[in-house]
């Protein structure tokens, strides 16, 4: 079954003790992203990679890291979380960059930082 | 820049009752593509259509129907004989053909509408 897949799915963490969230795909997907949702702002994208070793920043990269080294992952690193991370994160891929190209989207990482 | 409006925070209808969900777009491009998903309680994002600027038809789906006018830079979404299981977060997302970087793939979600559907 294609999929994105994200982990962990729920997590509570306290300010500053780095965490990271996995993201997998299994479509042979170039071209991942991370969004963040919150109420009232709707979502908005932190990182994108448009393919191995490619990465850059999106609307909102502050506080996050990312990596491609491999074309099914793209895990997101939150070095030291503070409480206005908290969020509901999601994952997404798409075979190329682009528009006319359909959006795969995990199935969200809640974290809340305390 | 490119940006969309959903002006609706939330609507609250009683079930069997039609409901329209309203989306306004902003882009200076000619080529673009408009999106709907739906987010239910449990959190997932569900896709529910793309629609191309070229392609002007109104599509239906079931009771789903969109209505996308140019005219108007608007992609509204009806929902025909409501039903409880609609109840969830609605977004509209607009994606321009070109972008020059930052949000490479140029997809830009609306602020949501929430959808109540009382039984």
């Known amino acids: 079954e294609a999929q994105v897949t994200q982990n962990p799915r729920y997590l509570i963490t306290v300010t500053g003790k780095k965490l990271t969230v996995t993201c997998s795909q299994n479509m042979n997907h170039e071209y991942m992203s991370w969004y963040r949702q919150d109420p009232g702002l709707g979502l908005r994208q932190i990182y994108y990679?448009?393919?191995?070793?490619?990465?850059d920043k999106g609307d909102v990269p502050e506080g996050y890291k990312v990596s491609r080294k491999e074309k099914r992952n793209f895990p997101l690193i939150l070095e030291s979380p503070s409480p206005n991370q908290t969020s509901l994160y999601f994952c997404a891929s798409s075979l190329h960059q682009g528009a006319t190209n359909e959006q795969y989207f995990g199935p969200g990482t809640r974290l809340t930082v305390t | 820049a490119q940006k969309v409006t959903q002006a609706q925070t939330e609507i609250s209808v009683v079930e069997k009752e039609d409901v329209t969900l309203d989306c306004v777009y902003e882009?200076?491009?000619?080529?673009?593509?408009l999106f709907w998903y739906k987010q239910p309680p449990s959190g997932e994002l569900v896709f529910l259509i793309r629609?191309?600027?070229?392609?002007?038809q109104n599509e239906i789906s079931g009771r789903y129907s969109w209505n996308f006018q140019k005219s108007t830079s608007s992609f509204n979404f009806t929902i025909t004989a409501s039903q409880v299981v609609d109840s969830a977060v609605y977004f509209c997302?607009?994606?321009?053909?070109?972008?020059?970087?930052?949000?490479?793939?140029?997809?830009?979600f609306g602020k949501g509408t929430h959808l109540i559907i009382q039984p």
């Open positions: 629609r191309n600027s070229f392609d002007e």
């Open positions: 997302a607009l994606s321009e053909a070109r972008w020059t970087g930052g949000g490479a793939d140029g997809l830009t």
């Open positions: 990679s448009m393919n191995v070793e490619v990465t």
């Open positions: 882009t200076r491009d000619t080529t673009y593509y």
